[in-house]
């Protein structure tokens, strides 16, 4: 019989045992897990899990009837020490092997640390048990440096200040979330975040977070990528794959936020850290394997929650030449949409959900907007999007 | 605590007692009910969690937030009059009883 083993029980992975399984596979489905909880969601962990508004009952996603039920071998706390790429089996630390016919590695990120200096004290956040450490370290503390001003720094932050912290933020560079937004976002969170009485630091050192009772760093994430290198597998900021989702080795594939892969919207190699990353990865993944070969091609999507603030990006924008807000920016209610040479690449949203639903679709489509439509409250945007989809 | 009764699309029924607070959503999940994915996990960003309300619960569900009215035009199933994103369904005592249908797929 046919085998699939998964290496990594993210969100990645867990989907891709649910699509083989929704896809009819019917060989064997194993998901090794280095952590020791089945799989679950890590957006809340930042924001209504740590705000205390969510228990971790409500995180797994799945229940342990469901690997059951799907024939899903579901192996806990035991990682992936190597893969013999020659006998087609994997190594587990645990002592057992793991013979496949396909291995999806699906092995994430892990989050970057800053130099050690005596700060050992410095809290990260991208486990349930970091997140479980946090929180109670959270109720202890009075005043909170966050360094770090990307997106899970600033959820922490919002989160922080909402359970009546002192919080600053500090970060290394001239404006929050740079690498993700555009200079007008980041003005417009700087702005959301001082309004609530969060202190930002930008341009400063960590020497900043001196004093505080809770040091917090969300400073990124490195892939996971030494099992994948060790065995011989191409990586660059990532493990290197096909638009098949195909490593350098054609039973080896690789998906979620280790995957180094083609991106239609990125113009070329990129790796995303996002859920709708995870998902469609593993759903592609799993359609190839089930007989289906599929190249991964679905619309980047991403959110974030900070203070009274939904936050919504549909498309790459990086690269943009030109950009137009619709909306009004003083309401908490506008888009900005992004350009090349003309082209749409991306959409960002705050509070306006039909914008990007409506974003989601005309970039999938590649339905052609200008910028004058764009800008336009006249022009529906929905009905454009239906219309040529 | 109110009971909920998922009806999968080939006609498979379960009903469950379930908090009050928790959405229609995490508990089908909770229960390994299939049928509903919740992909974003209730993030109310991803329409895979999509269900029928049976009409005679309609009228006892809040209003259709904003957010859950532009993610229903994004269902895989063709939206309905009483579809509904169950992770927006936060049950309540008045709930008790509710039916929901599954579609075939969510995506
Ligand atoms: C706090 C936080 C908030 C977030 N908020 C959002 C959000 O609002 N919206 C959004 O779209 N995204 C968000 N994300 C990002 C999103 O959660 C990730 O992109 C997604 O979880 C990636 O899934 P993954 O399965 O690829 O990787 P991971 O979630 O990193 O899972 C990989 C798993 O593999 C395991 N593993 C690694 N090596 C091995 C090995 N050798 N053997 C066995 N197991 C191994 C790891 O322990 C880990 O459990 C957030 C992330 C965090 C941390
Ligand atoms: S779970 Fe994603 S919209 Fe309901």
Redesign the interface.
């Known amino acids: 019989m046919d085998r699939v083993v998964i290496v990594g029980g993210g969100q990645a992975g867990l ?1 891709a045992a ?1 699509a083989l399984r929704a896809q009819g596979y019917e060989g064997t489905v194993t998901l090794v897990c280095e952590e020791p909880h089945a799989p679950y ?1 890590r ?2 962990l930042s924001k209504q899990f740590l705000l205390g508004k969510q228990d971790a ?2 995180l ?7 690997y059951e ?1 799907h024939r899903i071998n579901l192996i806990l706390g035991d990682r992936a020490t190597e893969i013999n790429r020659g006998g087609k089996r994997i190594h587990l630390a645990g002592g057992g092997s793991l013979a496949y016919d396909h291995l999806i590695l699906a092995v994430g990120a892990r989050n970057r640390t800053l130099p050690v200096d005596g700060r050992e004290q410095v809290v990260y956040l991208r486990t349930l048990d970091e997140a479980e450490t946090l929180k109670q370290r959270l109720t202890e503390a009075s005043s909170v440096a966050v360094i770090g001003g990307g997106f899970i720094g600033l959820e922490v932050a919002a989160t922080a200040r909402k359970l009546g912290k002192m919080v600053t933020v500090i970060e290394a560079g001239p404006r929050l979330m740079a690498r993700a937004v555009s200079p007008l976002l980041s003005e417009f969170f700087l702005n959301l975040h001082l309004a609530h009485g969060v202190a930002v630091r930008l341009n400063a050192s960590v020497d900043a977070a001196a004093g505080a009772d809770l040091v917090v760093a969300g400073i990124g994430v490195i892939p996971n990528m030494e099992l994948a290198r060790e065995a011989g597998l191409a990586v660059a900021n990532g493990i290197v794959v096909d638009e098949y989702l195909r490593t350098s080795d054609p039973d080896v594939f690789a998906i979620g936020d280790c995957a180094a892969h083609p991106n239609r919207f990125a113009g070329g190699r990129t790796r995303l850290e996002s ?1 709708q990353n995870a ?1 469609d990865q593993a ?1 592609c993944v799993a359609r190839t394997i089930a007989g289906e070969p599929t190249s991964y091609g679905d619309v980047p ?1 991403f ?1 974030t ?1 900070q203070f009274d603030v ?1 936050f ?1 990006m549909a498309g790459l924008g990086a690269g943009h030449d030109l950009h137009v807000a619709r909306g009004s920016i003083e309401d908490h209610k506008f888009s900005v949409f992004y350009f090349k040479e003309g082209r749409l690449l991306a959409v960002d949203s705050v509070n306006r ?2 914008d ?2 409506a974003a ?2 005309l970039l999938t489509a590649g339905t052609p907007l200008t910028p004058e439509q764009a800008v336009d409250e006249s022009v529906d945007l ?1 009905q454009l999007a239906t219309a040529h989809s | 605590m109110p009971k909920v009764t998922y009806i999968s699309h080939t006609g498979e029924s379960t009903t469950i007692e379930v908090a009050v607070g928790t959405t229609a959503m995490e508990n089908a999940v909770r229960n390994g009910i299939d049928g509903i994915l919740a992909e974003c996990g209730g993030a109310c960003m991803c329409a895979t969690c999509h269900v029928f309300v049976d009409p005679a619960f309609l009228d006892r569900l809040p209003p259709i937030g904003e957010e859950q009215e532009e993610m229903l035009g994004s269902t895989f199933e063709a939206r309905q009059p009483n579809s509904r994103l169950s992770c927006q369904i936060e049950m309540r005592p008045e709930y008790d009883g509710l039916i929901v249908r599954m579609p075939a797929r969510q995506t």
């Open positions: 989907e649910a969601q957006p809340p009952g409500s797994p996603l799945r229940a342990v009837m469901f039920k859920v998902v759903k999507w959110w929650d939904r919504q959900f039909g990007h639903v989601r679709k929905k």
